[in-house]
């Protein structure tokens, strides 16, 4: 039984910064891609960034490319999400995931498994 918990969420300022964490249980962290999406009050669920298994290789939405970084440690069976730069726009439920795939994918059809979710709002 895969568990994904994530962790960080908050309220925090515009030009702020948060660190989201997602311990994953269950099954080898190291042998699976990991993405972390969001979802806003009235809009579907979007990917915000994911990473293969080994750290090769990373892929961002547009809107927060420059501004967020995902990594793992695959030790710890932990993702984060650094979110730099926070505008008001990036305020929804952040969601970690798991995929079975071996491709990274930006469609939350192709993630099986959900933690959650950690509620970040941006707000003055």
């Known amino acids: 039984q895969v568990q994904l918990v994530e962790s960080g969420g908050g309220l925090v300022q515009p030009g702020g910064s948060l660190r989201l964490s997602c311990a994953a249980s269950?099954?080898?962290?190291?042998?699976?891609?990991m993405g972390w999406f969001r979802q806003a009050p009235g809009k579907e669920r979007g990917i915000v960034a994911a990473?293969?298994?080994?750290?090769?290789?990373?892929i961002y939405a547009d809107s927060v490319k420059d501004r967020f970084t995902i990594s793992r440690d695959n030790a710890k069976n932990t993702v984060y999400l650094q979110m730099n730069g926070l505008k008001p726009e990036d305020t929804a439920v952040y969601y970690c995931?798991?995929?079975?795939?071996?491709?990274?994918?930006?469609?939350?059809?192709?993630?099986?498994?959900w933690g959650q979710g950690t509620q970040v709002t941006v707000s003055s």
């Open positions: 990473i293969t298994a080994s750290s090769g290789t990373a």
């Open positions: 995931a798991q995929s079975s795939g071996s491709l990274l994918y930006r469609s939350a059809g192709n993630y099986p498994y």
């Open positions: 269950g099954r080898t962290f190291s042998g699976y891609n």
